[in-house]
């Protein structure tokens, strides 16, 4: 797809995982967190095996999840096959099943919609856009060989990748639209730029709740009155708590201990040949004698192509006469790239090129020089350096691509096998016999409630939910999660319980100190406000009520002051009042565990002369926001729409497979 008027430059050795990412929606994570959701209801039907979702008819495969996944575990990872980094496959699963829904939902409506991504959208977005500094570092293309290498590297074929960025065009030409009725007046922007630069000075009076809280003493019938008027609030505030008896089988460990063979290899390598196809190629060098393109009146000027013409035939000429080729295409060859290296394009496939420079490179033989070639471009003299048949890449070109990914399976398989053993042995054996004779280690905990960490486990709130909803004493189970399988049994169960005032008497005194404080507060930042405002005179007022009066320096919105915090938080109602003006309660320190008056006494209006050096900014900045605005509206009836329609359905068996690491490919 890249045209081959680029050059090869030099190839850096980098992980294209980053980039190959932001197709899986970016930019739909940027502006809808969660994107479209892959936990939708079941609509008409389950998808099959091995499909996560259909999307408009389009399958989102567990291959093509995992796939993700593992690119995205590789970039947090930089490229380490960590044991940890395997573990973590899973619980990126769903999060990648999740953007690869929502990419095929939004290239689902823009199809829909009529909407286009071609080929040449395609060369400008890989030499101009997010991919040129992988593609065309220094303006200048890594060359056709080192283009599919790189992709190669990264588990994915020149057709996918330039597939997934035409996906990604469309995706975004459909953002454009949804998005296109934005606009931002001139006011609203010289509103924002005196939001943002206006300044102010200040005088301000807090009173902390914590300084209340320390006066109260409240007495043993207040506490009790207390309690009995909450009760409600306190009834199973004991939560329900298991006891409960495991044998936990490590992931990690069964990897750590899995080798993996040649015949492994080969068996992998096998059965996924058609992964490794590489196609024909050819490896050419060319000279561009340039065409001028057609006027605005869509007419050529035919003396500049008879000129050019004769310039090429005579560089032909010098070829033919043993001219050195790298040599002249210096000299003589149009194209700014490859001509400065001596016209090398290095290896382009089929479908690559226009179709008069493919012909011609396919059907040279090696080692030969055409005569004038005519394209869109110009006229080409093409050097045929070498030919390479469509071939499968041996096993071991790939073998460090597929090792990681065989030795995970096979530790998926081992882990199932033995975790379905241990359950068969612990059920006919009992669990200190089974474990024991597997050399496993029985944990027995005391109670313990839903949100506590388990030992070899840590917090795990996927095997508490199954812990929690299993009965005493039932039948020994198995539990399958990302760090591992745990087979284990209910072994004791307290309810939830509602504690005796005696019980919690220090929750209850914290509580009620807290509430009273909290009223307090608000009671006299109000009479606070309200006496400032009386007396024209915040200092005055504070003093009769034991508040200290401190002065700010001139701050703006995104300013801090002493006490006060954040000037963008509750703290920028100030900026609304004129000097001499005196604020309502405002709540100031964490949770509002404060309360505020202030008194402005000088306002900085931002100088008019700087309107016009940030109104281009500001006028952005609002567009987003207002863009944003309008998508999430538009994505969240899209959602709806999809879901309601049957468009969108899950496979929820097939989802949990791969979350808890079964999939076949871990």
């Known amino acids: 797809m890249i045209r081959f008027l680029q050059t090869p430059g030099p190839v850096k050795k980098v992980i294209l995982s980053a980039i190959l990412l932001v197709f899986c929606g970016a930019m739909v994570i940027t502006l809808i967190p969660g994107g479209l959701g892959a936990s939708s209801s079941l609509l008409n039907g389950t998808p099959s095996q091995g499909v996560i979702a259909t999307v408009s008819g389009e399958d989102v495969t567990s291959h093509e999840v995992l796939k993700t996944a593992q690119l995205m575990v590789k970039q947090q990872f930089r490229g380490q096959n960590s044991p940890m980094a395997v573990q973590l496959i899973p619980y990126f699963a769903g999060q990648a099943a999740d953007r690869l829904i929502t990419q095929k939902a939004l290239v689902a409506e823009a199809k829909r919609m009529g909407l286009k991504a071609t080929d040449a959208d395609v060369r400008d977005e890989l030499q101009h856009g997010q991919y040129a ?13 080192a283009y599919q290498n790189l992709l190669a590297s990264n588990d994915t074929t020149p057709q996918a990748f330039e597939q997934s960025v035409k996906d990604e065009i469309l995706s ?17 922007i010289h509103d924002e730029f005196e ?5 102010i000075k200040f005088d ?11 006066g109260l003493n409240p007495t043993e019938a207040e ?49 996924h040949q058609d992964e490794f196809r590489v196609p024909e190629q050819v490896k050419v060098s060319h000279i561009l004698i340039k065409t001028p393109p057609a006027g605005a009146d869509g007419k050529v000027d035919e003396k500049a192509v008879e000129e050019a013409r004769k310039k090429a035939e005579d560089v032909l000429k010098q070829v033919k006469s043993g001219g050195k080729f790298d040599d002249l295409a210096k000299k003589y060859s149009d194209d700014p790239g490859s001509g400065k290296l001596g016209g090398e394009l ?17 059907s040279t033989p090696k080692g030969q020089t055409t005569d004038l070639v005519k394209s869109s471009y110009g006229f080409h003299i093409i050097h045929v350096e070498d030919k390479q ?33 241990l359950l068969t042995s612990v059920r006919t054996d009992g669990f200190d016999k089974a474990a024991t004779a597997k050399g496993l280690n029985v944990v027995n905990t005391d109670f313990v409630a839903k949100g506590d960490a388990l030992p070899g486990i840590g917090v795990s709130p996927q095997f508490m939910n199954e812990a929690f909803t299993a009965h005493e004493k039932d039948t020994p189970n198995l539990a399958q999660l990302p760090q591992g399988d745990i087979v284990f049994q209910v072994e004791g169960v307290k309810p939830p319980a509602t504690p005796a005032f005696d019980e919690i008497r220090t929750r209850v005194e914290n509580e009620f100190k807290n509430e009273r404080a909290q009223q307090l507060l608000e009671q006299k930042v109000q009479e606070l406000s309200d006496r400032a405002k009386a007396e024209h005179d915040l200092k005055r007022a504070a003093k009769e009520l034991g508040a200290t009066v401190k002065s700010s ?52 209006a931002p100088a008019e002369q700087d309107f016009a050096a940030k109104k281009d900014q500001l006028r952005e900045a609002l567009l987003q926001t207002k863009q944003q605005d309008i998508f999430q509206v538009f994505v969240s009836n899209l959602r709806q729409q999809m879901q309601k329609d049957g468009k969108i359905r899950m496979n929820e068996d097939e989802m949990k497979k791969i979350t808890k690491g079964n999939a076949a490919g871990l």
Not at 346 to 362: S, Y
Not at 559 to 587: H, R, T
């Open 204 to 214: 301000y009076a807090i009173i902390n709740q914590e300084d209340l809280r320390k």
């Open 553 to 604: 320096d001139f701050v703006g919105p995104d300013g801090q002051v002493p006490d006060i915090g954040s000037m963008s938080g509750p703290a920028a109602a100030a900026f609304d009042l004129k000097p001499g003006e005196i604020s309502g309660p405002i709540a100031v320190g964490a949770s509002g565990t404060g309360g505020a008056v202030i008194a402005v006494l000088e306002k900085q």
């Open 133 to 145: 500094q992988y593609f065309f570092p220094g303006g200048t293309f890594i060359g056709q060989e």
């Open 346 to 362: 290095g290896w382009i496939g089929r479908g690559r090129t226009v179709p008069e420079f493919e012909k011609a490179a396919f």
């Open 172 to 188: 975004r030409k459909l953002i454009a639209l949804v998005t296109g009725s934005a606009t931002v007046s001139d006011k609203e």
């Open 389 to 421: 048949d469509a071939h499968v890449k041996s096993l071991d070109e790939v073998r460090a691509q597929i090792d990681p990914l065989v030795k995970q399976q096979k530790a998926a398989q081992i882990l199932e096998t033995q975790a379905n053993a």
């Open 195 to 199: 939001k943002r630069n206006t300044k």
């Open 223 to 271: 506490l009790k009155a207390y309690y009995e008027k909450n009760k409600a609030t306190y009834n199973n505030s004991i939560p329900e708590k298991r006891k409960l008896e495991y044998v936990f089988l490590d992931r990690a460990k069964v990897l750590a201990q899995v080798a993996v063979t040649d015949q492994d290899l080969q068996s992998y390598y096998s059965q």
